[in-house]
């Protein structure tokens, strides 16, 4: 049960990522400062 | 969650997921607020440093993270609303790396020439193979010598926060590891440009040694750019080519702790290594080759970087938020002296491969 939750969350932070790349890729989402 | 941190796990909530989603709110809004006053406090020192013109050691905002979730959660505590969204720390950690993987290219290892990327391999190796050997005879949980080994071998902060996720190393052990590797890294912003003056070394030389022995990318480009500008590229360029690394010995410890939790003999092994393998470590190579192949341009890699920055700015508040102070304690000073004698060891190795072949560099 705990590996499951692990693998999900895994993959949740995998396609998170992915998905910030894309947006910032496509100029989608604005210049992010630090 | 780690088990030794299980004192404030929030309870499974079974609630639809719009409330469930909500209820994380208040937990993250704790985080960030945590994480912007460590960012502030970083920011404060250097700012500080800079209109006195002295030379203060860089803490990174990641350690004040760890230092005001601590202080929180080890005097008044962490009140029941937060806990869910606390407990997110995870996730960010996870984005935060995958996220990092755009700043290391692998294109980098090949800039530096024969001779370097030869003295690189031989760091790598060293540094692995002592600071393993350190932890085995003080012994230091098999964990924290890991992340120590990855963080001496590598690039401190960024390899430890990489090794965490993929080993799945208890918070107490990689806030212990983070701390132990910026404190020897502000020893050796005074002691290293001390050393290369009296021994006369070039700005080749020293740049290259500075780039070897120096854990994290900030201390070594300042130890460096102390020296001169010259030595300041050479360090980037030897750290960078170091930090590109950082993949491969990460997947590396990934697979060993996954194959090392396979103590009864499971049928099919490989089955097995994949259900346990940390999936992110692939999102992580994924996007390193994208960036590898040119497909950001160099502010979206640095808008990329800086988002990874704020997903572990969350993190490392959740980190210090679960890190309990008795655990750290239990720990006392034997992973310290673990870090700072290999230090000094692969400091000396360096020196001397880098003093042997001078003529060639």
């Not at chain 2, 505590?77 to 869910?84: H, L, S, T, Y």
């Not at chain 2, 050796?188 to 020293?206: E, M, N, T, Y």
């Not at chain 2, 697979?255 to 092994?269: D, H, P, T, V």
Request: charged share 15%; hydrophobic share 55%; aromatic share 10%.
């Amino acid at each position: 049960m705990a590996d499951q939750r692990k693998l999900t969350l895994d993959w949740w932070s995998v396609i998170a990522a992915l998905a910030a790349a894309a947006l910032v890729r496509f100029n989608i989402l604005p210049h992010i400062p630090w | 969650m780690s088990p030794m941190t299980g004192a404030m796990a929030a309870p499974r909530d079974s609630r639809p997921a719009i409330p469930r989603l909500l209820g994380l709110l208040p937990g993250i809004a704790l985080l960030a607020a945590l994480g912007f006053l460590g960012k502030l406090t970083e920011q404060s020192i250097a700012r500080y440093g800079k209109a006195h013109h002295t030379a203060l050691p860089n803490i990174e905002y990641v350690l004040w993270a760890i230092i005001f979730g601590l202080l929180v959660s080890n005097t008044i505590g962490v009140p029941a609303i937060f806990r869910a969204g606390v407990s997110t720390y995870e996730f960010w950690l996870k984005t935060g790396i995958v996220l990092l993987g755009v700043r290391f290219l692998l294109g980098d290892i090949l800039k530096l020439g024969g001779v370097s990327l030869a003295f690189v391999a031989i760091e790598l190796a060293v540094s692995i193979a002592l600071m393993t050997a350190l932890g085995r005879w003080l012994r230091l949980s098999p964990k924290l010598t890991s992340l120590l080994a990855i963080g001496s071998s590598i690039c401190g902060v960024s390899a430890i926060i990489a090794a965490k996720g993929a080993i799945e190393a208890d918070d107490e052990d990689a806030s212990y590891a983070i701390a132990a590797i910026l404190a020897l890294g502000a020893f050796s912003l005074f002691a290293f440009p001390a050393i290369g003056h009296a021994l006369g070394l070039s700005d080749h030389a020293f740049g290259l040694w500075v780039g070897l022995a120096v854990d994290n990318t900030a201390e070594a480009t300042a130890a460096g750019a102390l020296y001169s500008d010259a030595a300041a590229k050479f360090a980037v360029l030897a750290k960078t080519a170091r930090n590109a690394t950082i993949g491969f010995v990460v997947l590396g410890y990934a697979i060993y702790w996954a194959r090392k939790s396979n103590r009864q003999g499971i049928e099919n092994k490989a089955a097995f290594l994949w259900q346990k393998f940390p999936k992110f470590v692939l999102g992580f190579l994924l996007i390193s080759l994208l960036a590898t192949l040119g497909a950001f341009s160099k502010p979206q890699i640095a808008d990329l970087a800086n988002l990874s920055r704020w997903a572990f700015l969350l993190t490392f508040a959740g980190v210090g938020l679960q890190t309990n102070i008795r655990e750290l304690r239990k720990q006392g000073l034997r992973p310290l002296a673990v870090g700072a004698i290999g230090e000094f060891v692969i400091a000396g190795v360096t020196l001397a491969l880098i003093l042997a072949a001078s003529r060639w560099l």
